[in-house]
């Protein structure tokens, strides 16, 4: 069977974007409110985990290069639950699109457009995120590396300006890092941070790349982990931890200590929210694409421009209704916790099983 190819650089594209925005935005005020000045070491915690997943993925998908998760996931759970484990990836990666839009929407209307209605923005973003789909899996590929550059530039342009207004002693003291605050509910920071790694299950199939995925892979996490470190420090070296964890969007308000004279509007912040949404675009196409892929596995006669057409309607049918700042954090942790299970927990089991098999089951 041929399948559309994603280059190494269009996957690094992937896996960075996937890894910072399926992350909730408010994060930083999660950990603040943790973890006060030490919620870096939930963070790079949460990196650790993220890589160690990362490598459960590659591996896996590597053993099983042939077969979709479903088919291999059956070797291991037997075939209802294998059934089961992936309806739950499919409902899941839907909530992660519809959670994702709906955090980036709560900082839409929070700092810029506050009078717009939430429909409006779902019908200019949806047949944008429907026609990627239809063209394609090489298509939205593309379309990652031509934004992911701009990604690039749009990331240094709003974090060095703030450390001229960053004070490092904010940080301190270390004391003993809040490794006594890091049990409980605030040890879930590790599974709603760097989610990215779950996109592999379903693009492997389509990779030019083999021999080098888990070194470019674990890069990509990288980036993104210095990137999402960025988010947490400068908000708190700017304002101090105390100050920082009493906003809705700390990392949003500390992009409002940097005036740009040179432009024709002052603060940068106020195309921050734009550039939101059309990240939120690029989240959809993922989640949307590997929610399509995992119901298309259990049910092959389907065609999938037909269930990303449908899976689409659905979503701007969710979409339109708008979520307050508690519902969002309620998801984001109630999620976190399935994640733990789907994407920590099962491949972990399924790996080691794996190490005890003699024979490749494919």
Not at 182 to 191: E, H, K, Q, R, Y
């Amino acid at each position: 069977m041929s399948y559309p190819r994603i280059s190494a650089t269009e996957w690094f594209v992937i896996l960075t974007v996937s890894s910072i925005a399926m992350g909730p935005i408010r994060f930083p005020a999660y950990l603040a409110k943790q973890m006060d000045q030490h919620g870096w070491v939930l963070l790079l915690a949460a990196l650790s985990i993220s890589l160690w997943n990362t490598y459960i993925a590659v591996a896996l998908s590597r053993k099983h290069s042939g077969e979709s998760i479903t088919e291999w996931s059956r070797h291991y759970l037997g075939k209802p639950l294998a059934a089961v484990y992936t309806l739950c990836i499919a409902i899941y990666f839907f909530v992660w699109g519809m959670l994702t839009f709906a955090e980036h929407w709560l900082l839409t209307s929070y700092s810029t457009l506050k009078e717009t209605p939430v429909y409006l923005i779902v019908l200019l973003m949806l047949p944008v995120v429907l026609y990627m789909l239809l063209q394609g899996l090489e298509a939205w590929a593309r379309l990652f590396l031509l934004l992911g550059y701009v990604l690039v530039i749009w990331l240094i342009v709003i974090n060095l300006p703030q450390l001229v207004n960053s004070d490092f002693s904010n940080l301190l003291p270390l004391g003993n890092f809040g490794i006594d605050k890091m049990a409980g509910m605030n040890a879930l920071t590790i599974f709603y941070l760097f989610k990215g790694f779950a996109v592999l299950y379903f693009l492997y199939p389509y990779l030019k790349t083999e021999k080098r995925l888990f070194g470019l892979s674990a890069l990509a996490t990288g980036v993104a982990g210095m990137e999402l470190l960025f988010a947490f420090l400068l908000p708190l070296t700017v304002f101090g931890a105390k100050t920082a964890k009493t906003f809705t969007f700390p990392y949003q308000e500390s992009m409002e200590t940097v005036p740009f004279y040179l432009l024709p509007f002052e603060k940068l912040s106020f195309i921050a929210p734009l550039f939101f949404v059309l990240v939120t675009i690029m989240i959809l196409i993922v989640s949307i694409s590997c929610c399509t892929q995992a119901i298309c596995s259990l049910f092959p006669r389907l065609r999938e421009k037909t269930v990303s057409t449908l899976i689409t309607i659905m979503m701007g049918l969710t979409l339109l209704q708008s979520l307050s700042v508690h519902d969002v954090d309620f998801l984001v942790l109630s999620t976190a916790i399935v994640f733990g299970i789907l994407f920590f927990l099962v491949p972990n089991y399924m790996w080691m099983v794996s190490l005890f098999k003699k024979e490749n089951p494919a």
